[in-house]
């Protein structure tokens, strides 16, 4: 490759860490991420704003991305041929098993949310569409890890979210293993206390994962005595081969 902008990497590195948390971060804090000169990033920022990346907040000061970001975001989102062809089924699989259907891929490492339908009850729910979830420890990120080429479980230590996250190398590769044989994966408060969580592998016509579709839902419901209500996998299983083979029309 040929010389990058520097300005240009400079103005993506603010924008990953305003995604990177929910809150709004000054210059100081920015400067200090970034080892940047507070003047250098006055004037990145000043762009980002004009052009509507990134907002700046009145009363603070600080900023967060702006809603032209996200609204191109959300419009990569919308064209994406997976989370296209994936709408319909994730509603079904949603209203078939009343647990909350989630689609996601890998992306830089995590699994990205391209698609989330609430449970269908009249509970508080927040839409998770964008969102990253970390792939040893969800049942989509199993699914898409056992069926990466390119993936490694060696690395960087794994983060522990619960006292029962995978965070041994070796036990990941045995279950990522186990999925691979199975073909699903599941997940029981491994990520979150309370929560389990089912996943199943989308192809592509040449037979290749290229996403993963599950529910996520209340240990008490999904695994009341302890064990996976095995027709809770049946509706996710049905759901991935439906996607599977509209991609291959």
């Known amino acids: 490759?040929?010389?990058?902008?520097?300005?240009?990497?400079?103005?993506?590195?603010?924008?990953?860490?305003?995604?990177?948390?929910?809150?709004?971060?000054?210059?100081?804090?920015?400067?200090?991420?970034?080892?940047?000169?507070?003047?250098?990033?006055?004037?990145?920022?000043?762009?980002?704003?004009?052009?509507?990346?990134?907002?700046?907040?009145?009363?603070?000061?600080?900023?967060?991305?702006?809603?032209?970001?996200?609204?191109?975001?959300?419009?990569?989102?919308?064209?994406?041929?997976?989370?296209?062809?994936?709408?319909?089924?994730?509603?079904?699989?949603?209203?078939?098993?009343?647990?909350?259907a989630w689609i996601g891929t890998l992306h830089e490492g995590n699994v990205l949310v391209i698609h989330h339908v609430f449970r269908p009850d009249d509970s508080m729910q927040t839409l998770q569409v964008g969102t990253y979830l970390p792939p040893h420890a969800s049942a989509l990120g199993k699914v898409l890890l056992a069926h990466d080429p390119y993936g490694e479980t060696a690395g960087p230590p794994l983060e522990p979210f619960t006292k029962r996250t995978i965070v041994d190398p070796d036990v990941l590769e045995a279950e990522l293993d186990l999925v691979r044989t199975r073909g699903w994966a599941a997940e029981t408060e491994e990520l979150t206390e309370g929560e389990v969580a089912i996943a199943a592998p989308i192809k592509d016509p040449r037979g290749l994962v290229v996403g993963a579709i599950g529910i996520r839902g209340a240990v008490e419901r999904l695994a009341a005595d302890g064990a996976l209500h095995m027709e809770y996998v049946s509706y996710v299983r049905d759901a991935a081969r439906a996607i599977t083979r509209d991609l291959a029309r």
Do not use: C
Request: glycine share 12%; no cysteine.
């Open 1 to 100: 490759m040929g010389e990058t902008i520097q300005s240009v990497e400079r103005a993506a590195a603010i924008l990953r860490l305003l995604a990177s948390g929910p809150r709004q971060l000054g210059v100081a804090e920015l400067a200090r991420a970034l080892g940047l000169p507070k003047g250098t990033l006055h004037g990145i920022l000043r762009t980002l704003v004009h052009v509507g990346f990134v907002e700046q907040d009145q009363a603070s000061g600080k900023y967060r991305l702006g809603a032209t970001l996200l609204h191109l975001g959300s419009s990569y989102l919308d064209v994406n041929e997976l989370r296209t062809r994936s709408i319909n089924w994730a509603d079904a699989l949603a209203g078939r098993s009343r647990e909350s």
